[in-house]
């Protein structure tokens, strides 16, 4: 059977007609052709669908049978008007053809709350529920085309009705005649170009008020550009300008003005361009009195943490040094070093003559400072306080009594290091901690190489001999310890020819 297209007008609750069709075709093909000016397409296919296949276009409800069915040629046809209490399809379809589909697929582009035994269950098909649901998501849709035909149309009045495809056209050529956008609003006119190639207004635009705006931009692009640029760069000013909550005079005062900004009343009153202007001024003027006082206060404030950043330098850096001791057991403190480390990175602005410079943009071009940034004090605070922590932690471990007794054998050096160790002093500890007493305790906290058995057993067999070793006794000692040496080389040059004879004193240390 080939395709064939069935005209129907479904009336809603509301009693309002939509104009949709359904489309009987052999088997499923993704670049049928949708009627644009169509409020809803339900397809019915003989086939069943493939199992890749992908979802159908905006508007359109493709239903799929389970094994193939071939509908008659001619298939009988009901009321072409859909109203509540009326037959639910445009047509009848025989007993075998509604069980099978039934039990076959409905595609759709979003998910339905409508199964597909709702609409087949019955003794005739209820295209009705996928027209109604496929209008009720259009219908928002409904409010996008009417705010761009208002708009299209202003001074005149907007057709009481028209196609999409129709509004489309418009835009088109009304994008065509408009100039190039300045920057701020580029991406408004991109926004009416994909609506324009097809895109729907609704599933582009965030909101109808946003679609006003940018179809009016267009408009007074075309007839007052530079009132339109004008406009734009003054919205790209507020869009930048973020006085906080600690400013809300200038908050609420940025807030209605950026409302009162609008292309669309630039478009039907150009008139209040004048008062707008005025107003922009003196929110400006006001704004940069605060932004130029809270960047002052906001890099003073950095001044000061920089301060203490570098205060906290050098127990930074004996942390990192003992966290490369690894007899001490795992780092300590390795996110407030990096932490420190990413504060410290932070760069300064000195920049002070801001007000030429904020007359053209909201913020300073050298930090790009917003009012609403703050300094990060409970940052620094924090990262400190963590880096002193694990450097306590750290020399706890030093200070071990073990350690203790061996460190009382050094020097002068030592001693101050013992001093403050035992004393928890941590700013001592960081003054005295250099790559050199580094160096002596990494060799004081290694552990001492254990002897192998074997190394045993030949001090046991040296010590009966010679329990006490005098200076006369010496060379006979050594000659004893030569000979057990070599008696133990030998006797692994027998056991294994191939292998190079060793005697292993200290047992191996353990992999870290």
């Known amino acids: 059977m080939a395709e064939r297209r069935i005209a129907w007008t479904v009336a809603d609750e509301q009693d309002a007609r939509h104009e949709g069709e359904v489309v009987v075709m052999p088997a499923w093909r993704p670049d049928l052709e949708l009627n644009p000016d169509a409020a809803f397409t339900i397809v019915l296919t003989e086939e069943p669908l493939p199992p890749d296949a992908a979802p159908p276009p905006r508007g359109m409800i493709v239903c799929a049978p389970a094994t193939p069915v071939r509908l008659p040629s001619v298939v009988a046809e009901e009321r072409t008007t859909y109203r509540v209490g009326q037959p639910s399809s445009p047509l009848r379809l025989p007993k075998r053809a509604l069980a099978a589909y039934a039990a076959g697929t409905v595609l759709a582009p979003a998910p339905l709350s409508t199964t597909v035994r709702d609409v087949f269950g019955g003794d005739e098909p209820r295209l009705d529920l ?3 649901q496929t209008i009720a998501r259009g219908s928002g849709a409904a409010r996008y085309w009417e705010t761009l035909r208002t708009i299209l149309s202003w001074p005149g009045a907007a057709p009481r009705r028209q196609a999409p495809r129709r509004i489309r056209a418009r835009l088109a050529e009304a994008l065509r005649a408009a100039p190039a956008p300045p920057p701020d609003a580029a991406a408004a006119i991109e926004r009416l170009r994909r609506i324009a190639g097809g895109e729907a207004p609704d599933e582009v635009a965030a909101s109808p008020a946003e679609l006003r705006e940018d179809a009016a931009l267009l408009r007074c692009l075309a007839e007052q550009p530079d009132a339109a640029r004008e406009l734009a760069a003054m919205r790209a000013y507020l869009d930048g300008a973020a006085p906080g ?25 150009p008139h209040q361009l004048t008062s707008l202007r005025a107003s922009f001024e003196q929110f400006r003027d006001e704004y940069v009195r605060a932004y130029i006082e809270q960047h002052l206060c906001h890099w003073s404030a950095w001044d000061r943490l920089r301060e203490q950043l570098a205060e906290g330098a050098p127990a930074v850096d004996a942390l990192t040094r003992l966290n490369t001791l690894r007899a001490l057991g795992r780092p300590l403190g390795e996110d407030e070093i990096a932490a420190y480390a990413a504060l410290t990175g932070e760069p300064a602005c000195a920049r002070r003559d801001l007000a030429a410079d904020l007359q053209q943009q909201a913020r300073c071009p050298a930090c790009g400072l917003a009012m609403i940034d703050v300094t990060p004090a409970e940052e620094v605070a924090r990262a400190l306080r963590g880096v002193q922590a694990a450097l306590g932690r750290q020399q706890a471990r030093l200070a071990s009594e073990a350690v203790r007794r061996i460190l009382a054998r050094g020097g002068e050096r030592i001693d101050r290091f013992l001093q403050v160790a035992q004393a928890s002093d941590l700013a001592g500890l960081a003054q005295v901690l250099d790559d050199e007493l580094l160096a002596f305790l990494g060799g004081l906290l290694a552990e001492a190489p254990a002897p192998t058995p ?35 080389l030998a006797a692994q040059r027998a056991a294994d020819p191939a292998r190079l004879p060793s005697f292993r004193l200290a047992a191996e240390s353990p992999a870290p």
């Open 130 to 132: 996928l027209a109604r």
């Open 245 to 269: 909550d600690a400013a809300r005079d200038l908050l609420s005062d940025r807030a209605f003005l950026r409302e009162q900004l609008s292309f669309a009343t630039l478009l039907t009153e």
């Open 454 to 488: 074997e190394a045993l057993d030949l001090f046991e067999t040296l010590a009966r001999d010679y329990p006490v070793i005098t200076e006369e006794q010496i060379e006979a000692a050594s000659e004893a310890l030569r000979r057990l040496l070599r008696e133990q």
